[in-house]
């Protein structure tokens, strides 16, 4: 079974409106991390935001913030006030804290293109 | 600082050399490892290490060897290059791979990665 889903392959957001991001997971482990990471079309891998199985409150960075919702299993990204500079690939991935070492479980994406 | 640093960026091998991607970090990092990223999968990991002298096998580490004898570097060894190794390969390095962090401590950076085509 996938631990990481992305459902949404690709997805025009008009500039200046907010767009979500769709993350599903599938684990046993209490403990984990789930982690956002941008991809310009450039190549190099952007940490976005991280959110822990027990923090209270949901994550956020400036315009990103992550809708976690635990008893769902999911942990959308939400980009709010769309820019150009935010058209690129998405990844979402957990860390699971029982597994040895810093391992990410990564999703298969979701391409963001910013329309003017 | 440089952070986390790949070469080559690009490299082309014909079906059964051998090569080497160098990845060096210069931020005290105990744990490093190495993904590979294919269309549409995705990243996968290859081999990690928890510090000097500790490797361990991910998901993927068929066809590939690494060593750590020093902390900054993590070199990722192809023996014998295959067309499926064709993919675009990323080292990823973190301040350490111990316990829960709700603080996001063990964020993983990574370097531009290095683009290897065999053909």
């Known amino acids: 079974a996938q631990k990481i889903t992305q459902t949404q392959p690709g997805m025009f957001v008009q500039e200046k409106e907010a767009v979500t991001l769709d993350c599903t997971y599938d684990?046993?482990?209490?403990?984990?991390?789930l982690f956002w990471y941008k991809q310009p079309s450039s190549g190099e891998m952007i940490f976005l935001i991280y959110q822990g199985s027990y923090d209270q409150q949901n994550a956020t960075e400036g315009r990103y913030s992550l809708n976690f919702q635990k008893a769902r299993k999911s942990a959308n990204l939400v980009i709010s006030a769309s820019q150009l500079g935010d058209s690129a690939m998405y990844f979402c991935a957990m860390r699971e804290w029982e597994a040895a070492g810093n391992k990410l479980t990564f999703g298969g994406g979701t391409r963001v293109l910013v329309k003017p | 600082n440089a952070g986390v640093t790949q070469t080559p960026k690009f490299q082309v091998l014909k079906t059964g050399q051998s090569m080497t991607l160098q990845c060096a970090q210069d931020?005290?990092?105990?744990?490093m490892s190495w993904y590979r990223q294919d269309p549409g999968m995705g990243l996968r990991l290859i081999h990690y290490s928890v510090g000097a002298g500790i490797t361990d096998q991910g998901e993927v580490p068929n066809g590939y060897n690494v060593s750590r004898s020093t902390t900054e570097d993590f070199p990722l060894r192809l023996l014998s290059a295959a067309p499926s190794q064709t993919s675009v390969y990323f080292c990823?390095?973190?301040?350490?791979?111990?316990?829960?962090?709700?603080?996001?401590?063990?964020?993983?950076?990574f370097g531009a990665g290095s683009r290897l085509t065999v053909l």
């Open positions: 990823a390095s973190s301040y350490s791979a111990g316990g829960y962090k709700s603080s996001g401590a063990n964020v993983l950076t």
């Open positions: 684990t046993s482990d209490p403990s984990y991390g």
């Open positions: 931020m005290n990092h105990e744990y």
